[in-house]
């Protein structure tokens, strides 16, 4: 009886250990109070709903996800997540960074813990740079920018751009990447305004009215998403910058899908460049969207901030079952290196010499649809777009 017994705890404890070994705990940094808690909340959800609609993807392996508020763009806060994370925690990857500093805060607490680092939004292009563990999901402010750049001169005909941003690593990169391609082409920007930053969102009025003064073809805008994205269209339609002939332009940050109703016949007609909305036709985007809408309500829906997060989570699954667990931060790193997936925003992939992601880029314009919604219709597309910027090893992108 009592050999039973103890037959019966080993069995238990080599289960329990089994078990311990095969979950795999990754943190997740993301602002869930404060000005970017929607951003967050569409990092979680994209999170949650990768692992419920891919489980297959990563068995037999469990992943428990440990989530922590950076709060703010002012990186201090995300380095000490991402310290506590790795050292009181124990996980074994890190995820998340809405925004760009705090990203670039955290490189260097990466680094030293060796840790897989995967970017599921911040997108200046050379933090990828900053930490050999760092791999991106999202994507960088070239993608769209340059991109936009090209389309503005070449589809849209424009001679002429206004370029307005919010005054910090991202914003400052979207106008590098726009003016470099649209001026390559033929075009010329007649001035560039730095609008705020992404703290806060300021009166955009002065800004605009600078803008408008300058009449030009088309005004570039880049600004955070969430409630700058809302106040930049509500303050192109009170300035009567559509009548004046003015087309406002710019990533799909602009045009935010959980913004896009709030925003009203306002934003008809905005032309954008980006790798996602909820409007892509597609299997997966649709199965996407389905579960969405059936989870969290029929008027919730994905943006582009929630698929860099899906996108992300199938990432580490991968490295996951090709580290067989153990998520060595270099091993983990080396197994992403050109690794593809069929993502809800169309294929993808991680550039394998600069661990930087590889998509689709969709110009599209707000219209309104037969439901009495607006919705993004797509005009053209651009398939396997590098980062520019390190394509073209372009200032800090260039490899050191």
Known sequence: MMK??????????????????QEVKVGLVAPFTGIGAELGQQIDRGVEQYLKLNAAEFKPYTIKVMKRDDKNP??????????????????????????????????????????LGVIMNAGTAHITNMSKYFVRTSFSMWHAGYALGEAAAKQLKAKTAVVGYSDFPPGKDSLAAFKRAFEANGGKVI????????????????????????????????????DHALAVVKTYAALGMRAAGIKLIGPGDITEDIKLQAMGDAAIGL???HHYNADLDNPQNKKLVASWHKDYGPDATPDFVAV???????????????????????????????????????PIMVDPETRDIVMNEYLSEVVKGPDGKLHQKKIGEIDHVKDACKAQKIGPCAPK
């Not at 069995?11 to 311990?20: E, T, V």
């Not at 955009?204 to 570039?220: E, G, N, S």
């Open 308 to 346: 860099g997060a899906y996108d992300g989570m199938a990432a580490i699954a991968h490295a996951i079952v090709a580290t067989k667990g153990k998520m060595d931060g270099d091993a983990a790193v080396k197994s992403l290196l050109g690794w593809k997936y069929n993502s809800p925003r169309g």
């Open 191 to 226: 001035d560039e305004i730095p609008m705020g930053g992404a703290g806060q969102v300021p009166d955009f009025t002065p800004f605009f009215q600078r803008a408008k003064d300058k009449k030009p073809d088309v005004f570039f805008v880049f600004v955070p998403a969430g």
């Open 4 to 21: 039973r017994i103890l037959a019966a705890s080993a069995a238990l404890a080599m289960s329990a250990a089994l078990a311990q070994a």
């Open 271 to 273: 032309i954008t460049m």
């Open 74 to 115: 002012s990186g201090a806060d995300s380095k000490i997540a991402v310290q506590e994370l790795l050292t009181q925690e124990n996980v074994q990857a890190i995820a998340g960074w809405i925004y760009s500093p705090n990203a670039i805060a955290s490189a260097s607490v990466i680094t030293a813990g060796k840790k």
